[in-house]
């Protein structure tokens, strides 16, 4: 039994006691002993502090062996109070509740947040690369010792990572999270079937969420997908592909793992989205000056058309982006969050499109 519920049980007890004392002092003491009298006698008896009696049991056989049953169960029930109150305060219980509390107050103030159902063996892989990026993102997780050992074994960096306690399948659990304003979630527990559980109630809780499920049966993943999951991931298949190419480009791979794990610097591939309210919009990559002015090198731009949508590799200087265009780049993560936020909220980054 934890600690806290150690406490909740003392307590509950040690009112039931109270309770019933009161009740037997005012029924075997007769109609002159009142409710304070009996609650008084009941408190000085539990507690053993030595108080003389409010409630005469001299001359009442039956009321003063009731007083013997209460004074021996408030003997043994004050020492596991006490002792359930000490070990909260000694192993840290008391500080975590109000850091518990403080830590919600954090996760309700988040907006654009990213969710990981799951801190395993695939969820842990999620969160290091959203800390390393700088991504404002809730861990749900059923199990603190999960968290714990995650945050002994990463390191203080995660001191100060935000989680949610309890199952991820469960819809107060998810909104303690801010799922309604969250911006991205992984489902990324062991079962295919609970995280396709969450994809329906994230989905409904949250239509403009983007989604992305671990899935380890394919059938699994047709439903995930038709029941509102952006994507599906299969460790399975990424582990396959990445056996295949340390065979045939073991160079490639060891760029790509030189991206994901140095340290000094977070060498990354992302995109850049060109909203209604861009300046960017109609203007041409050359114009930009993405290598320049951000460091950043330009791999693909992805153009709605219609319906469809296709990416183009290496685009020339000359290709002019459009409402709609996603612009993937490398670069640090800093000079892309830079060039995001122009992208999106710098009006004086405006250029004439040539």
Same mark, same amino acid.
């Given at each position: 039994?934890?600690?806290?519920?150690?406490?909740? !049980?003392?307590?509950?007890?040690?009112?039931?006691?109270?309770?019933?004392?009161?009740?037997?002092?005012?029924?075997?003491? =007769?109609?002159?002993?009142?409710?304070?009298?009996?609650?008084?006698?009941?408190?000085?008896?539990?507690?053993?502090?030595?108080?003389?009696?409010?409630? #005469?049991?001299?001359?009442?056989?039956? *009321?003063?062996?009731?007083?013997?049953?209460?004074?021996?169960?408030?003997?043994?029930?004050?020492?596991?109070?006490?002792?359930?109150?000490?070990?909260? *305060?000694?192993?840290?219980?008391?500080?975590?509740?109000?850091?518990?509390?403080?830590?919600?107050?954090?996760?309700?103030?988040?907006?654009?947040?990213?969710?990981?159902?799951?801190? =395993?063996?695939?969820?842990?892989?999620?969160?290091?690369?959203?800390?390393?990026?700088?991504?404002?993102?809730?861990?749900?997780?059923?199990?603190?010792?999960?968290?714990?050992?995650?945050?002994?074994?990463?390191?203080?960096?995660?001191?100060?990572?935000?989680?949610?306690?309890? #199952?991820?399948?469960?819809?107060?659990?998810?909104?303690?999270?801010?799922?309604?304003?969250?911006?991205?979630?992984?489902?990324?527990?062991?079962?295919?079937?609970?995280?396709?559980?969450?994809?329906?109630?994230?989905?409904?809780?949250?239509?403009?969420?983007?989604? !992305?499920?671990?899935?380890?049966?394919?059938?699994?993943?047709?439903?995930?997908?038709?029941?509102?999951?952006?994507?599906?991931?299969?460790?399975?298949?990424?582990?396959? *592909?990445?056996?295949?190419?340390?065979?045939?480009?073991?160079?490639?791979?060891?760029?790509?793992?030189?991206?994901?794990?140095?340290?000094?610097?977070?060498?990354?591939?992302? #995109?850049?989205?060109? =909203?209604?309210?861009?300046?960017?919009?109609?203007?041409?990559?050359?114009?930009?000056?993405?290598?320049?002015?951000?460091?950043?090198?330009?791999?693909?731009?992805?153009?709605?058309?219609?319906?469809?949508?296709?990416?183009?590799?290496?685009?020339?200087?000359?290709?002019?982006?459009?409402?709609?265009?996603?612009?993937?780049?490398? =670069?640090?993560?800093?000079?892309?969050?830079?060039?995001?936020?122009?992208?999106?909220?710098?009006?004086?980054?405006?250029? !004439?499109?040539?």
């Amino acid at each position: 039994m934890n600690l806290r519920r150690r406490l909740y !049980v003392a307590a509950v007890v040690l009112l039931v006691v109270v309770s019933a004392s009161v009740a037997g002092y005012r029924l075997l003491g =007769g109609l002159s002993v009142t409710f304070l009298q009996a609650l008084y006698m009941a408190i000085i008896t539990l507690a053993g502090v030595g108080y003389s009696e409010i409630v #005469d049991t001299s001359h009442n056989p039956e *009321l003063r062996i009731f007083n013997i049953f209460v004074v021996l169960v408030g003997v043994t029930l004050m020492v596991y109070v006490f002792s359930a109150v000490t070990a909260f *305060l000694v192993e840290g219980e008391l500080t975590n509740f109000f850091w518990r509390r403080k830590m919600q107050k954090r996760i309700s103030n988040l907006t654009n947040h990213h969710i990981i159902c799951g801190l =395993g063996t695939t969820g842990r892989h999620a969160v290091e690369e959203l800390h390393k990026t700088g991504t404002p993102y809730v861990v749900i997780e059923s199990h603190e010792d999960n968290i714990n050992k995650f945050r002994e074994h990463a390191g203080e960096d995660y001191k100060e990572m935000l989680y949610v306690i309890g #199952d991820a399948t469960d819809e107060e659990i998810l909104e303690q999270a801010g799922v309604d304003r969250a911006k991205g979630m992984i489902a990324g527990l062991a079962a295919d079937k609970d995280n396709l559980v969450i994809t329906v109630m994230v989905r409904q809780s949250n239509p403009a969420i983007r989604i !992305v499920a671990r899935c380890t049966d394919q059938k699994f993943s047709e439903r995930m997908l038709k029941a509102g999951a952006n994507s599906t991931v299969s460790p399975n298949r990424i582990g396959g *592909l990445r056996l295949a190419s340390e065979l045939v480009r073991p160079h490639v791979v060891s760029f790509l793992d030189l991206m994901l794990k140095e340290q000094s610097r977070t060498l990354r591939i992302e #995109d850049i989205e060109i =909203g209604a309210t861009s300046p960017w919009t109609g203007s041409a990559l050359q114009a930009l000056n993405m290598r320049s002015k951000y460091n950043l090198l330009v791999l693909a731009v992805k153009t709605a058309e219609g319906k469809e949508s296709r990416f183009r590799a290496n685009p020339p200087d000359d290709f002019k982006l459009e409402l709609g265009s996603v612009v993937v780049v490398m =670069g640090d993560v800093n000079d892309i969050r830079r060039a995001r936020h122009d992208a999106a909220h710098d009006k004086t980054t405006a250029v !004439v499109a040539v």
